[in-house]
């Protein structure tokens, strides 16, 4: 069982930075963010790839960074000039199965963090 916790959401205006970071409690795997506001489907928002590169969803490309620390299986999501359209809840995710390269949607992920919450005001 892999314990995946998030912390560095919060609330700042249309423009503003936030950094969330997510610590694995032992080797995770396939690791991502996720987000999702009421009503809809949880997005990616940036998968890591087997290779080590990320694949993020058009809206935050350019925007957004994700980064891990190899060795301590911590993933961290560097949020640059937010919009309120980026208000959400934000998850880590994990899943250890061998996959030929890792998943891209939340069904194949097996393990979640708790959630932070995402608020950017205009």
């Known amino acids: 069982q892999v314990h995946l916790v998030e912390s560095g959401g919060g609330s700042v205006q249309s423009g503003g930075t936030l950094r969330l970071s997510c610590e694995a409690s032992e080797y995770a795997g396939c690791m991502a963010w996720f987000r999702q506001v009421p009503g809809k489907e949880r997005e990616g928002v940036g998968i890591v790839t087997r290779g080590g590169g990320v694949i993020y969803t058009d809206s935050v490309k350019g925007r957004f960074a994700i980064s891990e620390v190899n060795g301590k299986d911590t993933l961290y999501l560097q949020m640059n000039n937010l919009q309120p359209e980026d208000t959400a809840i934000y998850y880590c995710?994990?899943?250890?199965?061998?996959?030929?390269?890792?998943?891209?949607?939340?069904?194949?992920?097996?393990?979640w963090g708790q959630g932070t919450q995402v608020t950017i005001s205009s």
């Open positions: 995710a994990a899943d250890r199965r061998i996959w030929t390269d890792c998943p891209t949607t939340a069904r194949d992920y097996k393990y």
